[in-house]
């Protein structure tokens, strides 16, 4: 393609824990692809499990799965998209074919691909190419706070698995960026009571100015127990729905405690591959709780685009840094040290 250029920067992992910023030949386009040249790629809790080896990664890898760029050259049989149009990335692809896809559950699919993290190179790079049909147009939403529509999406695929009957009141147990969007999902899907438990500062005070919540408790770091205590007497028969979304085990194993009888428990975080929970086979059999596993996310960038591009979802103030790519190392620290809410690395 005519004035691009021949290589481009990247950040490129040899196994776990061993990066450098290297120079790479521009992605190869296949039949039906487009080139984006990316403007932002979100930086989030996924990417640290990757660095560590923790999650499903296949290496070598040019991470970076929430991608947002703008169209630069496609394929001779590329049609709805023109040079310029900005878009946001679904970074999976799926295979159509197997077991699970021929069932309708692509999400499962047995050959599943995803930009940045399994079997395809993601957007820490200049340069980046998706299938048009990965591809969505964006209008309002700044390159920054478009990276929100990947982690947003996977809680659209969330909401979508709980189903909430309207009038339910729910928990959600975290407030970090996916869990502040789950929470406007829910508020906008049924749910006419909701509480946020998390520990107390910057994020639950982000998730006030976004009006995420009906009810807000903020979690003494060092001794929660009184908080939770009062939780379950502001709400003796417990809650239709929990969500827990701050990844700990111990966390989600005490969660079962707050389902009402009929309820749904939502495994919603990233929890290391180490990590186990024990219920009572009795309790959920004798009141009838549903647990649910909620993981990534396919066919759901549409609906989100349009709750995100709108405005009836609120973004401002939750990626509050961003990096260069030469800063990977500090976006990693960022994330490690909870300084950052949600980063991104924003290229020229």
């Known amino acids: 393609m005519a004035g691009l250029p021949k290589t481009m920067k990247a950040l490129r992992y040899e196994k776990p824990e061993v990066w450098d910023i290297v120079e790479v030949p521009l992605p190869t386009l296949r039949p039906g692809d487009v080139l984006i040249k990316v403007k932002a790629c979100g930086v989030c809790g996924t ?12 290496f070598p890898l040019i991470p970076g799965h929430e991608t947002i760029g703008e169209v630069v050259g496609f394929s001779d049989d590329v049609k709805g998209f023109k ?10 692809e799926l295979c159509g074919h197997c077991f699970y896809c021929r069932r309708g559950e692509e999400l499962l699919c047995e050959d599943f691909k995803a930009h940045g993290v399994l079997g395809l190179d993601g957007g820490f790079a200049e340069y980046c190419s998706y ?3 990965r591809l969505f147009k964006i209008d309002n939403l700044s390159d920054v706070d478009a990276t929100l529509i990947e982690p947003a999406s996977c809680a659209m695929h969330g909401l979508e698995k709980i189903a909430p009957k309207p009038g339910s009141h729910a928990l959600l147990i975290g407030a970090g960026p996916t869990g502040l969007m ?3 999902f829910l508020k906008h899907s049924g749910v006419s009571r909701l509480t946020i438990a998390a520990p107390g500062g910057p994020k639950m005070e982000l998730a006030k100015s976004l009006d995420a919540a009906d009810y807000y408790v903020p979690l003494d770091r060092s001794d929660p127990a009184p908080q939770w205590e009062q939780i379950r007497k502001d709400n003796p028969y417990g809650f239709d729905i929990v969500v827990e979304a701050s990844g700990s085990a111990k966390v989600l194993e005490d969660a079962i405690n707050y389902v009402r009888r009929g309820g749904k428990l939502v495994c919603y975080g990233v929890y290391p591959n180490a990590a186990r929970v024990s219920w009572p086979p009795s309790k959920i059999f004798g009141d009838e709780i549903t647990i649910i596993g909620s993981f990534s996310e396919t066919f759901m960038f549409p609906a989100t685009v349009d709750y995100l ?4 979802v609120k973004t401002k103030g939750i990626v509050n840094k961003t990096f260069k790519l030469e800063q990977w190392g500090e976006a990693l620290e960022s994330i490690r040290n909870k300084s950052a809410i949600k980063a991104a690395i924003i290229f020229d």
């Not at 990417?47 to 296949?58: N, P």
């Not at 040079?83 to 999976?92: E, P, Q, T, Y």
Request: glycine fraction near 12%.
């Open 131 to 133: 299938p048009q049909g």
């Open 47 to 58: 990417d640290l499990h990757i660095h560590e080896g923790e999650f499903i990664a296949e």
């Open 83 to 92: 040079i310029g149009d900005r878009v946001a990335a679904d970074n999976s």
């Open 182 to 184: 789950m929470a406007q």
């Open 309 to 312: 591009d709108s405005g009836k």
